[in-house]
Each structure stands twice: as C-alpha cells, then as structure tokens.
C-alpha cells in the first residue's frame, strides 16, 4: 500500500470515556448520542459500537439513509431521527424501525396516517420549536395539537424535545426564556403527550444546570472531544488527532513569494515546509497565512495560500535536521485543539470535525472488540 499522506486518530476509550463524562454530568438523565453526519465526521460504526457498549440505547441522526445506516450496525438500538419523514419514506421508516421526530403538522398527519395503515400506534418524538426558529412546531401549530387531541391519537409519543439556540452562552437569557416556553407548550400537550419524557440540551445545555437536563440530553460535539463549556477549560477528553506528511523543506531566499498568487512574502532566509494536506482535507483554505501547525511541539504559521492537496508552514524556527520528508505536522492534537483551529479558521469546532474529509489514513484506537480498525 502507498504509504499514506494524512493520518486521522480516533481514540475510542476517550470516546467511551467523554460518554461517562456525560453520563455523570448529566446526574440521572439518559445520555442519548447525536451521531448525525458520519458521528460528526468521525465515522458511525465505529464511534456507534463503542457508544452502545458504554451503555447507549437511543441515537439521533438526521435523516433517512442515516439511520438505515446506525440500523444496520445496531439492530437493536432506538434510532430517532431529527429530519423526520417526507412523504413517501414511512414504509422504510416502519421495516426498520426507525422513530421520527415529527416537527410539523403534516409530518404529524403523514405519520398518523401511517399509523392507520399499519393499524397500530407509531411510536414518534414530538419536536416544540421554543425560540431558535428553525425546526419544530411554532407555538401555534402546538395550540392545535391541544385544540384537536384527535391528531395525536394513533401516536405513541416517547419524548417530547426542543432544541436550545444560545446554549454555548450561559448567561444568555435566551435560555431560561426557552427553558419556560418549552414547558408550558410541553405542559398544554394533550393526553399522554403532556407527560411524556422530556429532552432540552445538546452538549452545552448538559452544563447549564440541572433545571436544563430534564429526562434526556443529546450530546453530539462533547462526546467527540468538543468543548461544551466554552471559555472554561474543556471537561472532555480529546478525540481526534491529525497529522500530515512533510512532502518537502527547502530554504528560500528573498525577494520571493510562496503560493498561488504569492500572497506571502518571504522577507528573509527561510526554511518552508511543505505538507501534504490541504482544503480538500477538510484544511479551510481561510487559515491561508493566518492558522498554525505544529511540528515537534513548535507552533509553525501556514504560508501563502493553502492548496487543495498542499499547505506550506514556514519552519524557519526549527533545525533542518527536525524536518525531515516523511515527517509529520500536528493539525489536530496535543498542540492544537478542535477549537484553537476553529477560531484561526473563523468557524466552530463542528464544521472542523464534519469537513476532516475522507482522503485520511483512518485508525481507530481502542474501543470494544469487534470495531472495525482502520480503512
Ligand atoms: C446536532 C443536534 C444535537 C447535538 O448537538 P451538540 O451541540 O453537537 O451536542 C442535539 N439536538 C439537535 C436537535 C441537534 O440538531
């Protein structure tokens, strides 16, 4: 095999462990992992496997095909899906068991209609927009499940969620605003519905207070080594590590420039690194002449504009003897976390993971036997 070019980490005993984390901090509540987009980029088998065997039961994705897929590597687990289903996707819904998270009025009606057809209650979740206003019911489409509890009827309401919109700043008042209104319109749910479990918090809100977990939280970004505490020392165990080749150093004198429109100047004698990874590999091209990578512990800024395949960092504060082809640069690790990279780049931690790309060496660290190891 060709010898590879960028080497993606996934540490999955940290990944267990950041889930007894949540566990803990969520003091009773049931932990239920949010393993959208691939697990956030980091792969669903493995990161769902090793999830399951630390103890969790219910999963959330965000769509259809993701949750055949978490089917097919847990029969056995509760799949609920964010999205909910279009039209034409409840028989799929049904073979695999797959529970939606109903988010309007017609998704309501589609899915009772199903319900009929099938001649038994569907189980569902209920999803109350309290103030993010983005999906979910508006609170006048939840004074009609009051006005006409028949809409309700051939459901089996197992959770009834909602969804935080300024959770990474404590002190919002947002959130005790949406705290209060996802009650009340919980509270006005009728028959079964009005006192069925309840779910509020993502990986924030789990630190937001007791008042905030309710009977389930929905941790996607802590499990896989995010901070949820933003601004305070981050709580969870790193997941992630990525390095990458150094394809080639050289010394370069001025007047000189590096990269696609020589947007750096090279002002004195200086040893370039080159290094193989670039935006394709989920490296924003806008950490161009402004993110660092890290080579034997040393902080090294990106040169020039980033490449599709190629970055340049210049190395000129180690010996050449340190950079040696074949090497490798820290994107993500120990010298550089999810969030020190996200903030060079001018984005969050979650586009980080969900864009590493699919281009890496993938090794799987530790986890339960029976977890695939790398591909
Ligand atoms: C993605 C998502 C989550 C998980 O959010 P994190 O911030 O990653 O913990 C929880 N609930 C909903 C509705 C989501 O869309």
Same mark, same amino acid.
């Given at each position: ?5 960028g080497?993606l980490?996934i540490?999955?005993?940290a ?8 566990t ?12 959208k987009?691939?697990?956030?980029g980091?792969?669903?088998e ?7 065997a ?8 965000a ?9 097919r590597?847990?029969p056995?687990?509760d799949c609920l899906?964010?999205?909910?289903p279009?039209?034409?996707e ?8 797959l529970?939606p998270?109903l988010?309007t009025?017609?998704?309501i009606?589609?899915w009772?209609a ?7 209650a569907?189980?569902?979740?209920l999803?109350l927009d309290s ?11 939840a004074?009609r ?5 028949a ?7 197992e ?9 990474d ?8 605003a949406q705290?209060?209104?996802f ?15 309840r779910?509020?918090?993502?990986s924030?809100g789990?630190?937001?207070?007791e ?10 970004y ?6 949820p ?8 165990r790193?997941?992630?590590?990525l390095q990458?080749r150094?394809l ?7 007047p ?19 290094? $193989?990874?670039?935006?394709a590999?989920?490296?924003?091209? /806008? &950490?161009?002449? #402004?993110? %660092?990578? @890290?080579?034997? *512990?040393q902080?090294l800024?990106?040169v ?14 180690l010996?050449?003897e340190?950079?040696l082809?074949?090497g ?7 010298g550089?976390?999810?969030e020190a990279l996200?903030t060079? $780049? ?8 969900? /864009? &590493?790309?699919? #281009?890496? %060496?993938? @090794?799987?660290? *530790?986890?339960?036997?029976?977890v695939v190891?790398?591909?």
């Amino acid at each position: 095999m060709q010898a590879p070019t960028g080497i993606l980490e996934i540490d999955l005993d940290a990944l267990a462990g950041n889930y007894r984390r949540l566990t803990e901090a969520a003091a009773g509540a049931e932990v239920a992992p949010a393993v959208k987009a691939d697990a956030y980029g980091l792969g669903l088998e493995p990161v769902v496997r090793t999830l399951a065997a630390a103890g969790a039961q219910r999963f959330f994705v965000a769509n259809l095909a993701e949750g055949l897929a978490l089917r097919r590597h847990l029969p056995e687990a509760d799949c609920l899906v964010l999205n909910g289903p279009l039209p034409g996707e409840e028989r799929d819904y049904i073979a695999e068991r797959l529970v939606p998270v109903l988010n309007t009025l017609e998704q309501i009606e589609l899915w009772g209609a199903a319900a009929r057809a099938a001649g038994r209650a569907l189980p569902a979740v209920l999803h109350l927009d309290s103030g993010i206003n983005r999906l979910g019911l508006t609170p006048a489409e939840a004074a009609r499940l009051a006005a006409e509890p028949a809409l309700l009827r051939d459901l089996s309401v197992e959770l009834v969620m909602s969804h935080l919109a300024c959770s990474d700043e404590p002190a919002h008042p947002g959130n005790a605003a949406q705290l209060a209104r996802f009650r009340a319109a919980a509270d006005a749910l009728p028959g079964p519905a009005g006192t069925a479990p309840r779910s509020l918090a993502a990986s924030c809100g789990v630190f937001l207070g007791e008042s905030y977990r309710l009977q389930v939280v929905r941790p996607g970004y802590a499990l896989y080594g995010g901070n949820p505490t933003a601004g305070r020392p981050n709580p969870m165990r790193p997941v992630v590590r990525l390095q990458a080749r150094v394809l080639q150093a050289r010394r370069v004198d001025p007047p000189a420039g590096v990269g696609y429109g020589a947007t750096h100047r090279v002002e004195r004698p200086a040893r370039l690194v080159t290094l $193989a990874i670039g935006y394709a590999d989920g490296l924003f091209r /806008a &950490l161009s002449n #402004r993110g %660092r990578l @890290v080579i034997d *512990g040393q902080a090294l800024p990106i040169v020039g504009r980033i490449s599709m395949d190629l970055t340049v960092v210049d190395a000129s504060a180690l010996p050449a003897e340190r950079l040696l082809p074949g090497g490798f640069a820290e994107i993500l690790g120990p010298g550089q976390d999810i969030e020190a990279l996200a903030t060079a $780049a001018g984005t969050i931690g979650y586009e980080v993971l969900t /864009a &590493l790309g699919r #281009r890496h %060496r993938r @090794v799987y660290r *530790g986890g339960p036997d029976g977890v695939v190891s790398g591909h």
